[in-house]
């Protein structure tokens, strides 16, 4: 019996979780949420948008729940709203991308999109959003409200912490441990353990003087 789904949010994410969910043949997407002070209109992409002060017994006894919002505040925001919703007893669907092959563990409320490489024995928590083309290595552990985003590399045996932030390129090495709100840059490498709050930034490559049209002749780029 297909499964009744409400998504918390009206904005880009929202609307890209729906489309991505729109083709799971197990769920019906029945309508949006949103905080009262946020609702503009009573309808978004065609279905009903529910104010979350409105939101009753009835509601968490009937539909699942589905949150998608970036993350600010190192996931903060997020999970607060999980929280909010768990303890209205809601029950949290999550989205894994149909064409994986599902030999890892995951929570609730994950969002976790196709073109990933997903060893066997990895453990994902709750609140976990993954975009694409990411590697995970044997027996990893993803912690609860982590944001991986794309390209990004993590070896065997590794652990990232409640939170944390993995920027587009990183590579997390073998049997390292990323601790909690850790915010890990695009093109970082971590080779070792690092701590609550850590921050890691690869600086910005430098522009060249050379203007690009010159660039291309000076090498025969263009021949």
Request: glycine fraction near 6%; hydrophobic fraction near 35%.
């Amino acid at each position: 019996m297909r499964k009744k789904l409400l998504i918390f949010f009206t904005g880009g994410g929202a609307e890209l979780a729906y489309k991505k969910i729109l083709k799971k043949d197990d769920i019906d997407v029945c309508g949006f949420v949103e905080f009262k002070r946020f609702v503009k209109k009573n309808f978004f992409l065609k279905l009903p948008v529910i104010k979350f002060e409105n939101l009753n017994k009835n509601h968490a006894q009937n539909y699942l729940m589905f949150i998608h919002k970036n993350f600010n505040n190192l996931n903060e925001d997020r999970t607060n709203i999980y929280k909010l919703l768990k303890n209205k007893n809601f029950k949290f669907y999550s989205y894994i991308d149909p064409t994986l092959e599902i030999n890892f563990k995951y929570g609730e409320n994950c969002f976790i999109l196709g073109s990933q490489s997903i060893c066997d024995d990895v453990k994902i928590g709750n609140n976990v959003v993954m975009w694409t083309h990411n590697h995970v290595g044997d027996r990893s552990v993803i912690k609860d409200n982590v944001w991986i985003t794309s390209c990004v590399s993590i070896g065997g045996d590794c652990k990232i912490g409640d939170y944390s932030f993995l920027g587009m390129n990183s590579t997390i090495a073998h049997n390292t441990k990323i601790g909690k709100k850790n915010l890990i840059g695009a093109n970082s490498l971590i080779t070792s353990d690092t701590k609550k709050f850590d921050t890691y930034i690869v600086k910005t490559t430098k522009r060249s003087r050379i203007k690009s049209v010159d660039f291309v002749k000076l090498y025969k780029l263009d021949e």
